[in-house]
C-alpha cells in the first residue's frame, strides 16, 4: 500500500510447500512492486510487464519459467487496484491465515482529520475482520448486481409456489425471503460478528459518535485463494 494506492492480488500455488518456496515468495513479492509501479490496466497488460526483477522477461514468461523449475503449477489470477485521495479516505487491508483470504476495505470521512482517530482505526480492523469472516457479496443492498436479485427471486418463487400457500401472499414470501437475504449478504445490514446484538450499520454509527462525523463504507475487495469471489 502506498499514500494513495492499495494493491490487492492473487498468486496461486497447487501445495503449501511450495508456497514456503524462496522463489515463489520472491516472485510474488517482486510481482507486487511491479504491479503498484505500472498499475496496468487488467490481467493481459499485467502479465505482459516485462522488468529486471522479472529477469528482462514479461511477468508471464516468468512464470514459465518458475512452473518449470519448481514443478508445480503456479497461476498469477488477479489483482485490484484502489486510488484514493488520503484528505478524504482511508484504506484498510487484513491478510488471514498465511495469506489465503486477503482484504481491502475503503473508509471516507466528510472531515479528513478524522480519518486519524483511534474511532476510524478500530473501525477498519473490525470491517475487514467482519468482511473476512462474514463474506458478504456487497455494501449495501443497492449495490448488489440486479442479476442475483433475480436469480434469488426466482428461487424464492418456486419456494412460495411449492408451500401450498395461497397465490396472494406469494409476494409477501418472496419479500421476506428477499429481505433476509439482504441482511446476510449485505455489509452494512449484517449482524456485526463482534456483538450480533447490533448490526455493521450499528457499530458504524458508534464510531462516528467518537470521530465526530459521518463516515462511509465507500468499496471492500475480498480475494479468497481459489475462489471466484
Known amino acids: ?22 522463489d515463489f ?9 511491479l504491479l503498484m509501479a505500472a498499475k496496468p490496466a487488467d490481467l493481459n497488460a499485467a502479465l505482459a510487464l516485462t522488468d529486471p526483477s ?47 483470504i486477503g482484504v481491502l476495505l475503503q ?8 480519518l486519524a482517530t483511534g474511532a476510524v482505526e478500530e473501525l477498519g480492523k473490525d470491517l475487514t475482520l467482519q468482511v473476512t469472516a462474514a463474506n458478504p457479496i456487497a455494501v449495501r443492498r443497492d449495490a448488489v448486481p440486479h442479476t442475483i436479485i433475480a ?12 408451500s401450498g400457500r395461497p397465490q396472494n401472499v406469494w409476494d409477501k414470501i ?6 433476509k437475504f439482504f441482511k446476510d449478504s449485505t455489509l452494512l445490514e449484517q449482524e456485526f460478528i463482534r456483538d450480533t446484538s447490533i448490526s455493521v450499520s450499528d457499530r458504524i454509527k ?24
Open 54 to 100: 522479472m529477469g528482462g522477461r514479461s511477468v508471464a514468461e516468468r512464470l514459465t519459467e518458475l512452473i518449470g523449475k519448481i514443478g508445480e503449477n503456479i497461476s498469477f489470477r488477479r489483482f485490484n487496484i484502489i486510488s484514493f485521495d488520503p484528505g478524504r479516505q482511508r484504506v484498510f487491508s487484513y491478510l488471514h491465515h498465511n495469506g489465503k
Open 107 to 114: 473508509i471516507s470521512a466528510k472531515n479528513g482529520d478524522a
Open 206 to 229: 458508534q464510531a462516528e459518535a467518537k470521530a465526530g462525523c459521518p463516515l462511509e463504507i465507500d468499496a471492500f475487495i475480498r480475494y479468497e485463494l481459489g475462489s471466484e469471489k
Open 1 to 22: 500500500m502506498e499514500k494513495n494506492t492499495a494493491l490487492i492480488y492473487e498468486v496461486n500455488s497447487e501445495t503449501d510447500f511450495v508456497a514456503r518456496n524462496e
Open 25 to 33: 515468495v520472491a516472485f510474488a513479492a517482486d510481482l507486487g512492486t
Open 151 to 162: 436469480k434469488e427471486k426466482e428461487i424464492y418463487y418456486s419456494q412460495a409456489q411449492a
Open 174 to 179: 418472496v419479500e421476506g425471503k428477499l429481505s
